[in-house]
């Protein structure tokens, strides 16, 4: 099993209902299979299926019958085989490594509401990955939203001030952002 990472996502009602009923029809059809595996050997009802049976489950699930988090998970990595994410990109420093595990919102980046919260247990290679892109497409935006003071407690005001951060949080990487980009790239589009 590849090392994971839990990893907690805003969504928009639109991916998580789309997410939702994927994974529930990839659920039922699997069930459906199951029940035909079951009647093909004859067992009744109760009855445990063979490890084999449950092997080619686990074999065909991601491609046959993907959960949410193969669906995401595609995404994702679809996302970060675009251009603008490969890199290469400079390592982490370990002060900015050790940034990275602390709680919060980082510095910056744009207050945006999404009505569903969900962990999904994400490749670790590929997190690390996305949170690295992230931060060095980020770093100029961050550093020129603290150069002409739009963030902080002493932040200017107004609403030039206020056009300006926007533009500037716009442009703005963080996972959960990369990670709803990649969820649009195997959602059809409606």
């Not at 420093?93 to 919260?117: C, L, N, S």
């Amino acid at each position: 099993m590849p090392n994971v990472t839990p990893v907690w996502v805003w969504l928009d009602p639109s991916q998580y209902k789309w997410l939702s009923t994927e994974g529930n029809n990839h659920r039922e059809a699997e069930e459906e299979w199951r029940a035909l595996q079951r009647e093909r050997l004859h067992l009744p009802e109760g009855e445990p299926l063979p490890q084999e049976v449950h092997l080619e489950i686990l074999a065909l699930r991601a491609s046959n019958w993907p959960r949410q988090v193969h669906l995401v998970e595609a995404g994702f990595r679809r996302r970060m085989a675009l251009p603008d994410l490969v890199g290469p990109w400079k390592p982490w420093t370990d002060e900015e490594r050790a940034r990275q595990h602390v709680a919060g919102r980082r510095i910056g980046t744009p207050h945006q509401y999404f009505d569903h919260k969900v962990c999904y247990d994400l490749d670790a290679a590929l997190v690390d990955r996305a949170r690295l892109a992230a931060h060095r497409i980020s770093e100029p935006y961050v550093a020129a939203l603290k150069a002409e003071r739009l963030v902080g407690r002493s932040a200017r005001r107004g609403r030039a001030a206020q056009q300006r951060r926007e533009e500037l949080q716009g442009e703005i990487y963080t996972l959960g952002r990369i990670i709803r980009q990649g969820i649009g790239l195997v959602m059809p589009s409606q």
